[in-house]
Each structure stands twice: as C-alpha cells, then as structure tokens.
C-alpha cells in the first residue's frame, strides 16, 4: 500500500521509481517533495525503515533463522505497521492533492 502510493507521488511528479526499498524511494523524490513530506510527518523517513524492515521476513518463509514469518510477527507488530502505513499513504495523497 505504501509502495503504491509512493509510487503514484513518483509518476505524478513526472518520474519513475523502480524497486520496492520505500526509503531509497522516498530519497529519489524532488528535494521540494522530500522536503515538506517530512514537515508534515516529522518522523516519515523512520516509519519507512520500520516498513522496509519488515519487507523481506513478512513475505519469505525462509528468511527467518527459526520458524515462519507468523511465528514471529503478532498482533502488535500489524497494528504499528498499518498506523505507520496509514500515516505515510494519508502524507503521500496530501502531495497528490496539494501538487
């Protein structure tokens, strides 16, 4: 959800963004973009690391030393992971909007 909106600030900026690493992503946006994302969620580019760490272990069995990704993933870590993601995408359409 995040990559997407990240992306879509990306093609509506004229620019196009390749991979999944949400804080290189947001790094490569116009300086003026970058700039008053992280005016308007001062902690934006540490609620991408705590996103982009959970890419790999949530999605890949094996990536884990002992057990599946729901062994060691709950409820808290959902719940902080959709606040961060719900606060970055609300940023990211306010650029769409606001732009």
Do not use: C, N
Request: proline letters at 6%.
């Amino acid at each position: 959800m995040v990559e997407k909106a990240l992306k879509a600030l990306h093609l509506h900026l004229g620019q196009q963004v390749w991979g999944h690493g949400l804080g290189r992503s947001f790094r490569d946006l116009p300086s003026e973009a970058v700039t008053a994302l992280a005016a308007a969620v001062p902690d934006l580019e540490d609620r991408l690391s705590i996103l982009d760490a959970l890419y790999i272990p949530t999605r890949y069995p094996d990536s884990l030393p002992d057990g599946a990704p729901i062994d060691h993933f709950g409820l808290l870590q959902s719940e902080d992971a959709r606040r961060h993601a719900y606060a970055l995408v609300d940023a990211f359409r306010a650029a769409l909007v606001g732009s």
